[in-house]
């Protein structure tokens, strides 16, 4: 069984800065792309940045220049570099990973629980 485990959200001041971390652990043969994503209350999760398995990000336009995904595939680990962060930057984090658990079985996605960022004003 696979496990996806977010860790690093909490309360921040408005200018401050975060870094996020998540964790995948149990059977897994190989990791694609990384992802982080958001849901604010009250609204639609977005995506924020992702990484693929060669080092090629994307990111939402609304943290770019302030937000950096990286990853440490030795420990199977994609971490989320938040900083200038400001009041809209309020959700919950959640790290979705396409994995496959075996060489002969396909890709699927597996999500986190999520941790939640709180940017006060």
């Given at each position: 069984?696979?496990?996806?485990?977010?860790?690093?959200?909490?309360?921040?001041q408005a200018g401050?800065?975060?870094?996020?971390?998540?964790?995948?652990?149990?059977?897994?043969?190989?990791?694609?792309?990384?992802?982080?994503?958001?849901?604010?209350?009250?609204?639609?999760?977005?995506?924020?940045?992702?990484?693929?398995?060669?080092?090629?990000?994307?990111?939402?336009?609304?943290?770019?220049?302030?937000?950096?995904?990286?990853?440490?595939?030795?420990?199977?680990?994609?971490?989320?570099?938040?900083?200038?962060?400001?009041?809209?930057?309020?959700?919950?984090?959640?790290?979705?990973?396409?994995?496959?658990?075996?060489?002969?079985?396909?890709?699927?996605?597996?999500?986190?629980?999520?941790?939640?960022?709180?940017?006060?004003?």
């Amino acid at each position: 069984q696979v496990q996806l485990v977010e860790s690093g959200g909490g309360l921040v001041q408005a200018g401050g800065s975060l870094r996020l971390s998540c964790a995948a652990s149990g059977s897994i043969f190989s990791i694609n792309t990384m992802a982080w994503y958001r849901q604010a209350p009250g609204k639609q999760r977005e995506l924020v940045a992702g990484i693929a398995n060669g080092g090629n990000t994307n990111y939402a336009d609304s943290v770019k220049g302030r937000f950096t995904i990286s990853r440490d595939d030795a420990k199977k680990t994609v971490y989320l570099q938040m900083n200038s962060l400001n009041p809209a930057a309020t959700a919950v984090y959640s790290c979705p990973a396409v994995l496959r658990t075996d060489v002969r079985t396909r890709q699927y996605q597996s999500w986190g629980q999520g941790t939640p960022v709180t940017v006060s004003s």
